[in-house]
């Protein structure tokens, strides 16, 4: 057995989050609670679409619409929109509940005109169209007269949507953070709306990075990575612009705090911060603080997609979506005959682990999947591509790039691979992250097709009957909920509940002395929790196994020693 002494660095981080299984929810495609507030075509874009509808939900994704006629494709897919909002989350908390996760991460809520909302009008709002009103919300907010100032702030129906949906996740013992996008806007919002209408006379006019006026008056500026639809804050040397810095602060406040009483049930218990790496770091510094003034125990995760060490070194934030973690663990179980060695797989974590204090470790978001990258289990199924870094995991699932990029359903070995993945992510150390639908079996490649609708089971889903490009298959392949699938899952997810060692307990690998047998142990006082991965495709009689009580397959049997069998791409979990 081996350990990795991880540093000590004075940084405190919060005590729940130790606990946490995250749930990442996508508003727009998780459940349509609401069709009376269902986008409109005029909520999405200025340019005339003859026929646009919202999308039924149980359509086949890569069917083309009765409305692309010349726009292509690609075009539609991004212009669909299939109604979800927060009054579906409300819906469907008991779902979560029953699954067993405690905590959720809600991609960008606030009015925007994309899907993903990444390009945001405005950060003291929530979309209408997330809301129960949305006529009513659009009508009240034409009326106000807002500025940057919160005293001219109002409360629409989407707003309080939001803290019903707070309020309603505290009340099942479980946490929920937003997504803040401190980087850049989209060309709606109001700042930048107001350059675009008054030019260099605009009072927000040193708000955005322009780089100098064009003889109309109209700025001429760069977006965030080439992207002009997303002009990105002003900023000195380490900071935002003090203005741009104040109302950040004030819609943190607004969101943590809603009713400034100091009330902290009735605000979110935290934030994820997007593409974190582009904001200065004394800004991060500084806005940590008024965080945690707000609520000491308020939980601050970040988008870093490579090291972050120079990041969680306590002043600025708890933890990161764990990247780092995921790129190794698929190419270690991928069900490819030349997976990733295991000394390198564990040299790369030990690395991992080394690099960042020992607070942060327990709390990182062990994710397997996200908005940003393809499905886990189609990256499984097509792990024989290089997965090294962020470039890799990224590139290798977006078919536009990547046309031999399979994205039908996986084969079956892969749904095992996924399986072991997913014990494997219980067992260790950090805080296991899922996205909306990988517990039902949703597969696809990377961004838009990561954020196909949700599967119920009270909605028909029509068949995959068409391929990434819009043209007909040969086949027609089902698709529903997995039911099986989801009942693996809140297995897995209530063992690490049941078992405070795989949460918080010390953590070293077991040395088995079989090549395709992972062991790792966690302790925590008196309980000791043995798990073995079998990655080969063969059984193995572990004929050097302690003795111990099953937690998987028999609970509570107890198994003697040397006696014990690990299946063929299986797993054993003991009690020790």
């Not at 709606?188 to 009072?203: N, P, Q, T, W, Y």
């Amino acid at each position: 057995m081996a350990q990795v002494k991880q540093r000590k660095v004075k940084c405190v981080v919060p005590e729940w989050a130790q606990d946490a299984v995250w749930y990442q929810i996508f508003p727009e495609r998780f459940r349509n609670g609401c069709p009376a507030s269902n986008p409109r075509l005029s909520d999405i874009t200025d340019h005339k679409v003859p026929g646009w509808k919202v999308t039924p939900w149980g359509r086949d994704w890569y069917a083309p619409d009765s409305w692309v006629k010349d726009h292509g494709h690609r075009y539609a897919i991004f212009a669909r929109r299939y109604g979800g909002d927060l009054v579906g989350i409300i819906e469907k908390l008991d779902y979560l509940q029953e699954l067993g996760v405690n905590a959720l991460y809600l991609n960008p809520v606030f009015t925007a005109r994309s899907m993903h909302k990444y390009d945001a009008a405005t950060f003291h709002h929530v979309d209408p169209t997330f809301g129960p009103d949305r006529a009513g919300d659009l009508k009240a907010l034409a009326a106000a007269q807002e500025t940057e100032d919160p005293a001219t702030w109002i409360w629409t129906a989407a707003d309080r949507c939001l803290l019903d949906l707070i309020r309603e996740v505290h009340a099942r013992g479980m946490r929920i953070i937003l997504d803040g996008v401190f980087n850049h806007t989209g060309r709606e919002f109001f700042a930048f709306a107001d350059i675009l209408k008054r030019g260099r006379e605009s009072r927000y006019a040193d708000w955005f990075l322009i780089k100098k006026w064009n003889p109309d008056g109209s700025p001429v500026y760069d977006g965030w990575f080439g992207h002009h639809s997303l002009p990105e804050f002003n900023r000195t040397d380490d900071d935002l612009l003090p203005p741009v810095r104040q109302y950040v602060f004030d819609i943190t406040r607004r969101w943590m705090d809603p009713d400034g009483d100091g009330d902290l049930s009735k605000g979110i218990d935290g934030w994820r911060l997007d593409v974190a790496f582009c904001v200065p770091h004394g800004f991060w510094r500084a806005w940590r603080k008024h965080v945690k003034s707000i609520n000491p125990e308020a939980y601050v995760t970040a988008e870093i997609v490579a090291d972050a060490r120079e990041y969680v070194q306590g002043d600025q934030f708890d933890a990161v979506m764990n990247y780092m973690w995921l790129y190794p663990s698929v190419a270690y179980f991928r069900p490819q005959k030349r997976p990733l060695a295991m000394s390198t797989f564990k040299r790369r974590l030990d690395r991992l682990r080394e690099a960042y204090p020992e607070p942060v470790t327990p709390v990182l978001q062990n994710l397997l999947d996200s908005h940003d990258v393809g499905r886990v289990v189609s990256m499984l199924e097509n792990a024989e591509l290089p997965i090294k870094d962020w470039e890799d995991y990224f590139h290798v699932a977006r078919v536009k790039q990547s046309p031999t990029f399979r994205t039908r359903r996986p084969s079956p070995a892969t749904w095992q691979a996924l399986r072991q993945l997913v014990i494997f992510q219980m067992t260790y150390p950090g805080a296991p992250m899922l996205y909306y639908g990988t517990e039902v079996g949703m597969w696809g490649a990377n961004d838009p097709d990561n954020r196909q609708p949700m599967l119920w089971d009270d909605i028909r889903y029509e068949p995959e009957a068409h391929g990434p490009g819009g043209q007909p298959l040969d086949t027609r392949t089902p698709r529903a909920p997995d039911h099986e699938l989801f009942a693996f899952f809140q297995q897995a997810i209530r063992l690490r509940h049941d078992h405070i060692a795989l949460r918080r307990g010390g953590f070293e690998w077991f040395a088995t002395g079989r090549p395709r047998l992972l062991g790792l142990l966690r302790t925590h006082k008196k309980e000791r929790i043995l798990t073995l991965l079998n990655t080969s495709d063969k059984d193995i009689r572990y004929t050097s196994s302690p003795a111990g009580k099953d937690l998987w397959y028999t609970p509570g049997q107890r198994l003697k020693a040397g006696e014990l069998t690990v299946p063929a791409r299986g797993w054993q979990i003991l009690a020790l």
